[in-house]
């Protein structure tokens, strides 16, 4: 069994930056799988925010390029989703998604930013 635990949610003003952690407990070879981010905001549906791969190497929706960033760290089983020039359309629930033999989501942390 995995568990995916996301942190670092919160209240921010337009213009502001968070940091979200995604950490991964149980039976996974976290160094070699795919995570990604996800978020859902109040009447809209789950979209992809990006991911980042074994290798490091990350994608984006066009909507946060040039804003967010997602880094790892392994040792740590780690995800980061650095997130700057917030906009009050970012408000969302986030979850951060794996795939070992079958999906995992955490339960999700929510970003508010007020205009």
């Known amino acids: 069994q995995v568990q995916l635990v996301e942190r670092g949610g919160g209240l921010v003003q337009a213009g502001g930056s968070l940091r979200l952690s995604c950490v991964a407990s149980?039976?996974?070879?976290?160094?070699?799988?795919?995570v990604g981010w996800h978020r859902q905001g109040p009447g809209k549906q789950r979209e992809l925010v990006g991911f980042?791969?074994?290798?490091?190497?990350?994608d984006y929706a066009d909507s946060v390029k040039g804003r967010f960033t997602i880094s790892r760290d392994n040792r740590r089983n780690t995800v980061y989703l650095q997130m700057n020039a917030l906009k009050p359309e970012d408000t969302a629930v986030y979850y951060c998604?794996?795939?070992?033999?079958?999906?995992?989501w955490g339960q999700g942390t929510q970003v508010t930013v007020s205009s």
């Open positions: 998604t794996t795939y070992w033999y079958r999906d995992y």
């Open positions: 149980g039976s996974i070879h976290f160094a070699i799988v795919t």
């Open positions: 980042i791969n074994r290798t490091g190497n990350t």
